[in-house]
């Protein structure tokens, strides 16, 4: 098979998780990343669709936040698209509403005329998101189609109909969803374990030099009394550094609150804010507030810092941009001096593979709740506690070792290789599978 110099990447405008796996492929991208519901030349016709699809579900997510009445309409469209129990292992082919919707666009029209243009030069076709696969398979795309699956177990929506006969390649960050993909039907051969792609300015090239490097200085602050080197010396000796070159921490402990694409936990993260004000003020903390891309999120972070007198001071930072791609690149900036990410357990739960200690706060989706039990089972997430009290457990928690022990079983257990594994993959056709039991 020829090898090639880029491919064409292909990602959807939903949330942020599709988004933010396809960024790290920007550098071998034909062009610029392509959005499949927003991009040059794409129909009226075809852009409502899309509108009307991801409003449902930005509408619904931040609709979830309301007593009774939000949890059941959430619980209905949740229902569609629920990740069914693992075992026993049992044939789960059978095709579900939530595909039969899709591919009735699709037969109406919807991805055909960008397959129709990238069909006059078909480099590899990767793809973050399922329906852009399906377009791709469904009208003839020439070339080899790979999607990258984006949660750590998945949906039945994520194979196509016909998943037996089907030319879509998986990229798949954990065996769990090898195993998940085969249950649907998928041939072994079509799956390729990799890790989730995660940004290559946080990895490094040459032996992960970045990764180790932040890690080291982010233990320096997760280990204040040093009862995690004290007790596992010989692990981080064995497989980071001596344990001589931790010492002193650098900065106060830094920490991001990250909402998602819908918004739907800003209030959490003004509650955590007020909480830590104290130790703000003096200097023992600084926080991160990630409004992602959105000026709502934006906005409200401004008015409460201004209403809680904080508006000027250095040790609270608001992560913003409306283009998402620079969103991204000063979120994995930021991501180089912080110790600890709060967030729900989106796709960002993987990055506890750069060894980031996570706070999970509540799921959104059946996807999260299986990205939340992948976590607690590497060692790399701890659930929240109540976060009106925030100010005494975050410290327990850093006086006791257990962050920097998060952080460590992160960069053991989390997959962090992935970006790297895919291009060699779809692009040099080397295939260098990663099966970590420890993984599922």
Known sequence: MDQ?????????????GHQRAAYPFATVAEGEIITINDY?????????????????????SAFKKLPLVGNLVFSIMDYFQQIKPFYPHRD????TLQQKYFYHKIKDGLGKNLIERLNDNPLPFLTTFFVAAYC?????????????????????AWAPLDPETSRINYLAPNKRVKDRLMLYGVKQYKIFVTGFPLPKENIGVADWEYLKEDLKDRLEVLDPAGVYRKKYAKVIESYLCPVSEIDGAK??????????GAGAQKDLGILVLKKLKSKIIEGKIH????????????DYYKKALKDNFLHNCKNVQIIYSPDKNDYFRQFNKVLRTTDL????????????????????????????EYNRRWLLGIGAGVDS?????????LFDFLDSGWLAEAAMRGYLNGPKMGTYNMENIVLRHEVNEIENVRLL
Request: negative net charge.
């Open 92 to 95: 789960l082919s059978k095709s």
């Open 341 to 368: 990410l709060w967030t729900k357990p989106s796709e960002i739960s993987f990055y506890a593979g750069l060894g980031l200690p996570i706070i999970m706060s509540e799921p959104i989706g059946s996807q999260e």
């Open 4 to 16: 090639h110099q880029s491919m064409y990447v292909v990602t959807v405008d939903m949330g942020y």
């Open 136 to 156: 791709a398979e469904y009208y003839n795309y020439k070339g080899e189609i790979y999607l990258v699956v984006c949660d750590a177990d998945i949906s039945r």
């Open 251 to 260: 900065r106060p402990l830094t920490l991001a609150f990250v909402v998602g």
């Open 287 to 298: 926080l991160n507030l990630v409004a992602g891309s959105r000026q709502d999120v934006l």
């Open 40 to 60: 040059e030349g794409i129909s009226e016709k075809e852009r409502e669709i899309w509108n009307g699809i991801r409003n449902q579900y930005e509408y619904v």
């Open 385 to 393: 506690k109540n976060p009106n009290y925030v100010d005494e457990w």
